[in-house]
């Protein structure tokens, strides 16, 4: 898939923290027939014909533009996919992160780097593979809103506002996700059998 795409589809596909292997490539298709096919393949993204407005390739299971909109293709990765869903802590900051990714390897090192909360030794501690991450991910964090603190993450150049970090203990956390997932199909990816170092205050 790589090949058949541009420089420029690569590093926004990067940007959007996709690459080449989330690429349905449906330009040999039907649209009624791609629709089917990209959901069977759980891919993201579409390799269709140019849009109008700025002759793009790539596309939403929708088939919108997703290079002159955005926010179709943030909408789509984070609601519709099953993803990790994840607890994170840093033993540094003393700070726990709820997060959502499709890559739990590739965003331990992305956390680390971004420096969330000024620390680099973010581990992840509890981890489920869900439907709809994305959606679950903001009930857990608003029913952790009072502990919610105020931080800022250098990503791609650019100071950015976090909102996932929280003041509470891992039992609290767990508590929180316990609470939103019970009841619903997931499988868990990590469960560290010793989390009382992250029992934060
Ligand atoms: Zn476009």
Same mark, same amino acid.
Not at 18 to 29: E, K, P, Q, S, T
Not at 99 to 124: F, N
Not at 184 to 190: E, H, L, Q
């Given at each position: 898939m790589?090949?058949?795409?541009t420089?420029e ?6 940007s959007q923290g996709?690459g080449a292997?989330?690429v349905f490539?449906?330009r040999y298709y039907s649209q009624?027939t791609?629709?089917r096919?990209i959901?069977?393949a759980?891919?993201? %993204?579409?390799l269709?014909?140019?849009?109008r ?5 790539l596309?939403?299971r929708? $088939?919108?533009? %997703?290079?002159?909109d955005t ?6 990765g984070?609601?519709d996919l099953?993803q ?5 802590g840093?033993?540094?900051a003393r700070?726990i992160?709820? $997060?959502?990714?499709?890559d739990l390897?590739?965003r331990?090192r ?8 000024d620390a680099?030794?973010?581990?992840v501690?509890y981890?489920?593979?869900?439907e ?6 903001e009930?857990?964090?608003a029913r952790? $809103?009072?502990y919610a603190i105020d931080?800022?993450y250098?990503?791609?150049?650019f100071?950015?506002q976090?909102?996932?970090?929280r003041?509470c203990?891992?039992?609290l956390a ?19 059998r010793?989390?009382?170092a992250y029992?934060?205050?």
């Amino acid at each position: 898939m790589e090949d058949e795409l541009t420089k420029e589809e690569l590093a926004f596909l990067a940007s959007q923290g996709l690459g080449a292997a989330d690429v349905f490539d449906a330009r040999y298709y039907s649209q009624a027939t791609w629709f089917r096919l990209i959901k069977e393949a759980g891919k993201t %993204v579409a390799l269709g014909s140019p849009c109008r407005k700025g002759r793009h390739r790539l596309r939403s299971r929708k $088939g919108h533009c %997703v290079q002159c909109d955005t926010k179709v293709l943030a909408f789509a990765g984070r609601y519709d996919l099953k993803q990790y869903l994840y607890i994170a802590g840093s033993l540094r900051a003393r700070l726990i992160k709820i $997060g959502v990714c499709r890559d739990l390897g590739q965003r331990i090192r992305q956390i680390c780097a971004e420096r969330h909360g000024d620390a680099r030794d973010w581990e992840v501690i509890y981890a489920v593979k869900i439907e709809r991450a994305g959606e679950i991910e903001e009930r857990v964090l608003a029913r952790l $809103g009072r502990y919610a603190i105020d931080s800022q993450y250098w990503k791609n150049g650019f100071l950015q506002q976090s909102t996932e970090l929280r003041r509470c203990s891992i039992s609290l956390a767990l508590k929180a996700m316990s609470a939103e997932i019970e009841g619903k199909d997931y499988d868990t990816a990590t469960d560290w059998r010793d989390k009382s170092a992250y029992e934060f205050d």
